[in-house]
T-cell receptor, first 116, second 109 residues
Framework: DTEVTQTPKHLVMGMTNKKSLKCEQH?????MYWYKQKAKKPPELMFV???????INESVPSRFSPECPNSSLLNLHLHALQPEDSALYLC???????????????FGDGTRLSIL | AQRVTQPEKLLSVFKGAPVELKCNYS??????LFWYVQYSRQRLQLLLR??SRESIKGFTADLNKGETSFHLKKPFAQEEDSAMYYC???????????FGQGTELSVKP
């Protein structure tokens, strides 16, 4: 299995809802990432998990809460989002987060999130 | 500062013409550079990485440390090459990828 799988593919939620995005990989990768992408813009890094520990938080608002239950799974819990949070949320994984390994990141299809 | 610059937001060529998508970087140390492609409504896919020096879908990219560039080239563009292309630099902070702003390539028949 050489894919990163994200569910759901689409999500529409109100500003008071609580929902979760899920990401799964079975490539044995030890680093997993959440990105936010707006149309025709590059992905913006949100969080990095390295060996199941949060290693980077790019000053993301607390209404986004990541969780890494095990080395294959990554969740993003959403609560009280704003309309400007509507975007494509991408999950990625890489074999090793260390510098000098030239390991690429493998991306999922993303979850297209719309906040009403 | 760690930065990736893709100067062209949009590049439009005719089928069969050569294409070059420019990428310049700023990084102290040995850079790890990648090209990613995103076709319409598809996932971001790795196209090339500088260390492999391979050709994928007819595309090549050479790292020029003197000019701090990693331009993507293809001698004969095809309509199916139309997509968004991102150049990315792996920073020195926990595997973080630093993306350029992207170049939208449009190949006309």
């Amino acid at each position: 299995d050489t894919e990163v799988t994200q569910t759901p593919k689409h999500l529409v939620m109100g500003m008071t809802n609580k929902k979760s995005l899920k990401c799964e990989q079975h490539m044995g990768h030890r680093a997993m990432y959440w990105y936010k992408q707006k149309a025709k813009k590059p992905p913006e890094l949100m969080f990095v998990y390295s060996y199941e520990k949060l290693s980077i938080n790019e000053s993301v608002p607390s209404r986004f809460s990541p969780e890494c239950p095990n080395s294959s799974l990554l969740n993003l819990h959403l609560h009280a989002l704003q309309p400007e949070d509507s975007a494509l949320y991408l999950c990625a994984s890489s074999q090793d987060p260390g510098q000098g390994t030239n390991q690429p990141q493998h991306f999922g299809d993303g979850t297209r999130l719309s906040i009403l | 500062a760690q930065r990736v610059t893709q100067p062209e937001k949009l590049l439009s060529v005719f089928k069969g013409a050569p294409v070059e998508l420019k990428c310049n970087y700023s990084y102290s140390g040995s850079p790890e550079l990648f090209w990613y492609v995103q076709y319409s409504r598809q996932r971001l896919q790795l196209l090339l990485r500088h260390i492999s020096r391979e050709s994928i879908k007819g595309f090549t990219a050479d790292l020029n440390k003197g000019e701090t560039s990693f331009h993507l080239k293809k001698p004969f563009a095809q309509e199916e090459d139309s997509a968004m292309y991102y150049c990315a630099l792996r920073g020195n902070q926990g595997g973080k990828l630093i993306f350029g702003q992207g170049t939208e390539l449009s190949v006309k028949p």
